[in-house]
């Protein structure tokens, strides 16, 4: 979903792209809103400002590799967005006010989509999300809960590209062991869901 920053009513205009001249579009997400599983990343750069989608550079593209690598569709079976959904200047880092000025957004694309399972790719959006600091080499791969939810931090895929094997214990193989966690637990999640006898409640979507 595309929106250009001045045809959005103020209230949904994110705090920090009004006086952001390095972004042109609100970024707000790509993928399948009925999908059970969200990523979310740290913001636009500079081609998903162009394009107005996240995740279409260099490190998404890396990113679909990974996904499809371990069987999930990026158009079909995931909806991507971001913690903030303007390009900061010279792609720095969101800052903490910027990322709570987002939260909302976030919050509501969550709440909306209803996924079963949230990576957060890198650290800045486990910071925007579940409120942690920790280093993302000691977070990722360790399941979360956050408001009910299954939540698995990741590495970023723009760090995957400056480490780029594929050895045994390198970063991109434990990323795909995550992924692999992740769309094990989707698929747990479906089985149940059409279980009748189980009597669960798996939020409405079938
Ligand atoms: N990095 C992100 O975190 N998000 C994007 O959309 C692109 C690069």
């Known amino acids: 979903m595309t929106v250009a ?45 162009a394009l107005g989608k996240p995740f279409v550079g260099r490190s998404g593209k890396l990113l679909d590799i990974l996904l499809k690598d371990v069987g999930i569709n990026p158009c079909r079976d995931v ?13 720095r880092r969101p800052t903490k006010k910027e990322l709570i000025a ?3 957004w976030l919050n509501q694309q969550i709440e909306l989509v209803d996924p079963w399972v949230i990576a ?35 590495f970023h895929p723009s760090y995957l590209l400056r480490n780029s094997s594929r050895v045994e214990g390198a970063p991109i193989t434990l990323t795909l062991g995550d992924l692999i966690k992740v769309q094990n637990r989707i698929k747990e999640f479906e089985k149940a869901s059409t279980m009748p006898m189980l009597g669960i409640d798996m939020g409405g979507k079938s």
């Open 5 to 49: 920053a001045d045809s959005l009513p103020a209230q949904l205009r994110c705090d920090c792209c009004g006086a952001n001249p390095s972004s042109s579009k609100v970024v707000v997400s790509r993928g399948n809103p009925s999908a059970r599983f969200m990523v979310i990343g740290e913001a636009p750069g500079a081609r998903e400002d």
């Open 102 to 104: 987002s939260l909302p």
């Open 79 to 91: 909806f991507i967005c971001n913690a903030i959904k303007c390009r900061p200047p010279k792609n």
């Open 120 to 154: 957060l790719a890198g650290s800045t959006a486990v910071e925007a999300v579940l409120g942690l600091k920790d280093k993302i080499s000691t977070i990722r791969g360790v399941w979360q809960s956050w408001q009910g939810r299954m939540v698995m931090p990741l």
